[in-house]
C-alpha cells in the first residue's frame, strides 16, 4: 500500500473531524452511524481519526446516514497547497 503524503493525512484529518462533528450534532454514536452506513464499527472510528482514505460511495452512504448532502460534509474542508 502506497504510503499517503502529508497533504492527503491533513485532508484526512479534517474530513475525520468534520464526520465526527456532525455526527456528535445529531446526537449519534459512532455504532449508531455504522449501522446507519452499513460500515463496520472500527471503519467509523478509524475514518473519524483521519485513519482511513474513504472512497465516494463510502463518503455518500455517510452522508445520508447523517442526513447531509456532500457538500455539507465537506464544508469547511480546506485543501493544502
Excluded: C, W
Amino acid at each position: 500500500m502506497k504510503k499517503p503524503v502529508a497533504n492527503e493525512l491533513t485532508l484526512l484529518h479534517q474530513l475525520g473531524r468534520r464526520i465526527a462533528y456532525l455526527r456528535k450534532q445529531r446526537k449519534m454514536s459512532q455504532l449508531t452511524l455504522s449501522v446507519e452506513a452499513g460500515l463496520a464499527h472500527s471503519y467509523v472510528s478509524e475514518l473519524e481519526q483521519g485513519k482511513r482514505n474513504p472512497s465516494i460511495e463510502t463518503l455518500s452512504r455517510v452522508a445520508v446516514a447523517l442526513d447531509v448532502s456532500l457538500e455539507e460534509l465537506f464544508r469547511g474542508i480546506v485543501p493544502i497547497d
